[in-house]
């Protein structure tokens, strides 16, 4: 037995050995390298779904607070094979682009309001689309200022859609579709779109100081989902929400603020965080916001703060639980897909 033992420590120690002197030989070296290129490349699953569903995928969960692997508020929502994007902010072109989100079927962009944690990659946005093929500016829709935001941009980076252009040539980046196509939204006016069977409702909430917020609801062949962007419990999103399948709602734990601010280093950062309690929703009110309308199930994201960990999660949502049953804290990456023929909610996560 002891020879045994030994025979196969001696085995081992050689594999080793040899594999560590392979791994020094440039060949050895390039063939694991380009294995390893290939599966980051190509080995994502298709983005787009193989049946008829509407589906959303948070692509930024966090509030401006940080949160380490998160990026600020976006959700997507696809119906059938087109693609609507809701806020876009800083690092949720970074998600997309890892998903292999497909930009060509991205039909627009639609922004809840000018705070720039809702806004900040539509640059970045502007040049991955470009970068696929999009054949027009991109269309933007947002409340009262959005003109204004994309004209800014437009100027910001006129230099670089110029050096782009000029460096890939214009056959492959056009500088005739540089920019944004950008639509102020009206109060219960339904958003212009060519996809069968949907319907997207702005409708307005209260963000007080922001003069011009706005929630949604997207119909799609018998699924629905209310996004309810930053905003008081003030009734709109219940109203909205009655009975949808799937609410995506924000929401402010006021006890770990409380908690933080006790802890706050800065006297900044203090006011900071006593003002945001009085224009965010609380998770006991968002709670009760999807009791009360019968909503299927409440997603929370743009949790401020969002929790690092089980502990801080259970304490976060510790004024929910005996307020709603079917709720879940959203991640980057979490998918909830929804079938047109049946009643079905699947949760799951993109990785």
């Not at 120690?13 to 063939?31: G, T």
């Not at 910001?156 to 950008?182: E, K, T």
């Not at 018998?222 to 609410?247: A, M, N, Q």
């Not at 006021?254 to 929703?281: C, F, N, S």
């Amino acid at each position: 037995m002891k020879k045994y033992l030994k025979v196969s420590l001696t085995l081992l120690v050689s594999i080793f050995i040899i594999s560590l002197l392979a791994l020094n030989n440039h060949s050895v070296q390039d063939r694991i390298l380009n294995i390893g290129l290939k599966n980051i490349l190509s080995n994502a699953e298709p983005f787009l779904d193989k049946e008829d569903t509407l589906k959303v995928v948070i692509c930024g969960s966090r509030s401006p607070l940080p949160s380490p692997g998160r990026a600020e508020s976006c959700v997507l929502v696809e119906a059938g094979d087109d693609i609507y994007i809701f806020d876009l902010g800083n690092g949720s072109v970074n998600n997309l682009t890892q998903y292999q989100l497909p930009w060509p079927n991205v039909k627009a962009v639609l922004i809840t309001h000018m705070h720039s944690d809702h806004m900040a990659d539509l640059p970045d946005a502007h040049l991955q689309s470009w970068i696929q093929g999009r054949t027009a500016p991109l269309k933007v829709y947002g409340p009262e200022g959005i003109n204004l935001v994309t004209k800014g941009f437009e100027l910001a980076y006129s230099a670089d859609y110029q050096y782009r252009s000029d460096h890939h040539g214009s056959d492959m980046l056009p500088m005739s579709i540089v920019g944004f196509d950008a639509t102020q939204i009206i109060d219960n006016q339904l958003i212009p779109n060519d996809t069968p069977g949907l319907e997207i409702l702005p409708f307005v909430v209260d963000h007080y100081p922001v003069n011009s917020a706005f929630g949604f609801k997207i119909s799609y062949k018998g699924r629905t989902v209310v996004i309810s962007g930053d905003t008081i419990d003030d009734g709109s999103v219940e109203k909205y929400s009655k009975d949808v399948d799937l609410l995506v709602h924000s929401a402010i734990s006021i006890d770990i603020v409380e908690r933080m601010r006790g802890l706050a280093p800065l006297p900044q950062m203090d006011k900071i965080l006593l003002d945001i309690q009085d224009y965010h929703t609380s998770i006991k009110e968002a709670g009760e916001i999807a009791r009360d309308a019968s909503v299927k199930h409440l997603l929370i994201y743009h949790s401020i703060p969002t929790p690092r960990n089980t502990l801080m999660e259970r304490v976060f949502f510790r004024p929910i639980e005996d307020v709603f049953e079917n709720y879940s804290l959203s991640d980057d990456g979490t998918r909830v897909i929804m079938p047109v023929d049946n009643d079905e909610i699947i949760i799951d996560q993109i990785e």
